[in-house]
């Protein structure tokens, strides 16, 4: 696993920043969609975060994106990454959809198996 630190922080003092490893998955994945280690970091730090189905989502709209940042062709492309991280910060997969944020805001809040399977075995 890779470590990073300060990736995603809005604050100097906050030494964990938002991930604090990356699944073999994910790293695949960043590397199948060009997103390396300041790409992320940018996705992280402008990004709306969603929590949903026991995961939190980093989606990066258009409007996320400040209008300086939208006239570069690098953080352009960067429109609509999805970043996909456990509750510990974890990044668990990362993925491009313009149209991510209505299917994630649809997700249900909770992930209601887990607390049925979980409530079952009492």
């Known amino acids: 696993m ?8 809005q604050n100097p003092q906050d030494e964990e920043g938002k991930l604090n ?18 790409k992320l970091d940018t996705v992280l730090s402008y990004a709306q975060e969603i929590h949903r189905t ?3 989502f980093y989606f990066l709209g258009k409007q996320n994106i400040p209008k300086e940042m939208r006239r570069n062709d690098c953080y352009s ?9 456990s509750n ?6 990362a993925y491009r ?8 805001r649809r997700k249900a809040k909770h992930n209601y ?3 049925r ?3 079952a075995g009492e």
């Open 21 to 38: 490893r990356i699944s073999e998955h994910a790293r695949k994945r960043c590397a199948q969609r060009n997103l390396g280690a300041e």
């Open 113 to 115: 198996s887990f607390q």
């Open 117 to 119: 399977d979980y409530h």
């Open 2 to 9: 890779i470590i990073i630190k300060n990736i995603g922080s």
């Open 97 to 104: 959809d313009r149209n991510a944020f209505h299917s994630i």
């Open 88 to 93: 510990d910060g974890e990044l668990i997969t």
């Open 77 to 85: 492309k960067l429109e609509g990454a999805v970043l996909l991280t």
């Open 54 to 56: 026991g995961v939190i």
